[in-house]
């Protein structure tokens, strides 16, 4: 084994592309240290080999319920700084929100995100080093139905436009990047949301990750 290398684990029952993608992050310089076709398969390996990451199906055998998911909550009760990748093939956010929640090393993509290899093998790597990442189409989706009693109310046009880059993961300067302004024009906005949504001050990026729950919750 090369201590060097990210130990990534893989579970989805469908055998081609759970073989695909372990070919294709063998490839990317990561170590697949074990693969399964159901969940409780996926927590054997999880417990056996302590991966630095685990991709999973949400749907998987005996039910295609959401065996994956539970599989997940399991793996993060019993190993907190192990990052999870769900995969799904539908929008099922409302599911998976709870582990999400979390905001720490984990991430939620369409199956059909995974045809972007470069975009996969970054999102795995940001998962790794403590990132949490939603695909930007769950988020879009989100935004298609709008809860009442909405606490992004009080938000500008341009704050939410920040905030819903902020949910798909990005960084600042990404976020910079993308609306075409300055990376400090997008700081000031980022504290106006955290003040306008009223989240308290804390020395670490919690507040971040608050306002993004929130928002995924409230859209």
Known sequence: ??????????????????????????RSGFEVV????DAPGIVT??????????????????????????????????F????????SAHVEVEQ?????????????????RVTDVADFIETAGR????????????VRELITTRRRNDPLESLTKREREVLSL?????????????????????????RSIMSRMRLPETEDDHRRVLAVITFLQAV
Do not use: C, F
């Not at 290398?5 to 081609?16: E, W």
């Not at 998976?96 to 059909?112: C, D, F, I, N, Q």
């Not at 998962?127 to 769950?138: E, Q, Y």
């Open 166 to 190: 902020m949910a798909e993961g990005r960084s600042n300067a990404g976020i910079a990047h993308q609306l075409w302004i300055t990376e400090g024009t997008v700081e000031k906005h980022v």
């Open 45 to 78: 390996i999880t417990r056996e080999h302590r991966p630095d990451l685990v991709i999973l199906d949400i749907r998987m055998p005996p039910g295609h319920a959401a065996e994956g998911l539970d599989a997940a909550r399991v793996i993060r009760a019993e």
């Open 127 to 138: 998962i790794v080093n403590g990132g949490a990442v939603v695909d930007p189409t769950l």
């Open 1 to 26: 084994m090369d201590e060097g290398r990210t130990r990534i684990a893989l579970a989805d029952d469908d055998v081609l592309l759970r073989e695909g993608l372990a070919s294709l992050l063998e």
């Open 34 to 37: 074990g693969q399964a076709a």
């Open 80 to 87: 907190p700084d192990t990052g999870i990748l769900l995969l």
């Open 96 to 112: 998976a929100m709870e582990l999400l929640a979390t905001g720490r090393s984990v991430g939620y993509l369409l199956k059909s």
